[in-house]
């Protein structure tokens, strides 16, 4: 089974609305964390938000915060206030104890913010 | 320089060639990876060495052989290699590699083409 699925291969959204990019994940591991990766077509995969099992708030980090639903084991990434620049590839990851400590990426989600 | 650099960015092999990536961290991480992006599919992991010492070899071919002298530099040599080992290979650095906590920080990788 995977371990992280991205059911939406791409998304658009006008520039300035907000965007909900869909995460879901599979694990028995109590203790695990879940991270997005964005990567703009020069390849680089730059961290954004980390989001830990245990952690009882919602992470954010500016633009971005995290729809965590641990029941329904999901970890959307919300973007608010597109921009141009964030069109890119964007990555889901969930490093747990299961995996031999290894981080798990999904296939990913096409973002293009249209002006 | 700061964060993951990987050189060449970009590279052009024949099967018979022998040749070798560098990955160069100035992060002061004690762990340090590699990746291969491939095409629709998920990032796959291929080496992680944990202070110097090699941790995963995640079942790769033999035609790919890393290098780990320190802690701020990882090799990747490559020979013989086939056209379906054309893709993005992607370097990644974190702090130990051993809590769910830890992020991976990425290079900008090095597009590897091979006629």
């Known amino acids: 089974a995977q371990k992280i699925t991205q059911t939406q291969p791409g998304m658009f959204v006008q520039e300035k609305e907000a965007v909900t990019l869909d995460c879901t994940y599979d694990?028995?591991?109590?203790?695990?964390?879940l991270f997005w990766y964005k990567q703009p077509s020069s390849g680089e995969m730059i961290f954004l938000i980390y989001?830990?099992?245990?952690?009882?708030q919602n992470a954010t980090e500016g633009r971005y915060s995290l729809n965590f639903q641990k029941a329904r084991k999901s970890a959307n990434l919300v973007i608010s206030a597109s921009q141009l620049g964030d069109s890119a590839m964007y990555f889901c990851?969930?490093?747990?104890?299961?995996?031999?400590?290894?981080?798990?990426f999904g296939t990913g989600t096409r973002l293009t913010v249209i002006p | 320089e700061t964060g993951v650099t990987q050189t060449p960015r970009h590279l052009v092999m024949g099967m018979t060639n022998k040749k070798s990536l560098k990955c160069e961290q100035h992060?002061?991480?004690?762990?340090m990876y590699w990746y291969k992006q491939s095409a629709k599919k998920p990032l796959e992991l291929m080496f992680v060495?944990?202070?110097?010492?090699?941790?995963e070899n995640n079942s790769v071919p033999s035609r790919f052989s890393p290098e780990c002298p320190n802690s701020s530099h990882l090799f990747l040599h490559l020979h013989t290699l086939q056209p379906e080992d054309s893709a993005l290979y992607l370097c990644?650095?974190?702090?130990?590699?051993?809590?769910?906590?830890?992020?991976?920080?990425f290079g900008p990788g090095t597009r590897l083409t091979v006629l």
């Open positions: 989001q830990g099992s245990y952690d009882e």
């Open positions: 992060l002061g991480h004690n762990a």
């Open positions: 694990t028995s591991d109590q203790s695990y964390g």
């Open positions: 990644a650095s974190s702090q130990d590699g051993l809590d769910s906590r830890d992020t991976q920080y």
């Open positions: 990851a969930i490093f747990d104890f299961a995996g031999a400590n290894n981080l798990f």
């Open positions: 060495y944990n202070f110097k010492e090699q941790t």
